[in-house]
C-alpha cells in the first residue's frame, strides 16, 4: 500500500489558482488509478477527478470540468491538480486517494467516484478561498 501525503493548498482570492499535489511513496507508475476527492465544510466527501498511472486517461466530475487539470509525473510518483478560476464554493478539504486497477472491482474506475474502491488516502489539503 502506498503512502500519499498532499501539499499546495492554502487561502486564495476567488479567481485565482493552485496547484496541488499528491506524493506516493511508493511506484505508482504503472497500473493505478490516482483520485482527488474535496469535503466542503459541513458536507460529504466528494470524487472529482482521476487518473490513470497506466495510459493517462482521465475523469472530471462536472462540477469542476473545464477549471481543474489533474495530471501526472511518472518519474516524481506525484499526481497534480490544477485548480484555475477558483469560487468560494471550490473551498474544502482535498484528498488524493489511489488503488491498483487490479484490485479494483472488474479492474475498472467507477463512475462517479467511490471513496471506498479507494484504499490509500492522504491526509488532506486545505483550499479556502475568499470573495
Known amino acids: 500500500e502506498v503512502q500519499l501525503v498532499e501539499s499546495g493548498g492554502g487561502l486564495v482570492q476567488a479567481g485565482g489558482s493552485l496547484r496541488l499535489s499528491c506524493a506516493a511513496s511508493g511506484l505508482i507508475s504503472d497500473g493505478y488509478a490516482i483520485a482527488w476527492f474535496r469535503q466542503p465544510p459541513g458536507k460529504k466527501r466528494e470524487g472529482i477527478s482521476y487518473?490513470?498511472?497506466?495510459?493517462?486517461?482521465?475523469y472530471y466530475a462536472d462540477s469542476v470540468k473545464g477549471r481543474f487539470t489533474i495530471s501526472i509525473d511518472n518519474a516524481k510518483n506525484t499526481v497534480y491538480l490544477e485548480i484555475n478560476s477558483l469560487k468560494p464554493e471550490d473551498t474544502a478539504v482535498y484528498y488524493c486517494?489511489?488503488?491498483?486497477?487490479?484490485?479494483?472491482?472488474?479492474?475498472?474506475?467507477?463512475?462517479?467516484?467511490?471513496?471506498?474502491?479507494?484504499?490509500?488516502w492522504g491526509p488532506g489539503t486545505q483550499v479556502a478561498v475568499s470573495s
Open positions: 487518473i490513470s498511472s497506466s495510459d493517462g486517461d482521465t
Open positions: 486517494a489511489a488503488q491498483p486497477f487490479a484490485e479494483l472491482k472488474s479492474g475498472v474506475v467507477a463512475i462517479p467516484l467511490r471513496e471506498h474502491d479507494f484504499g490509500s
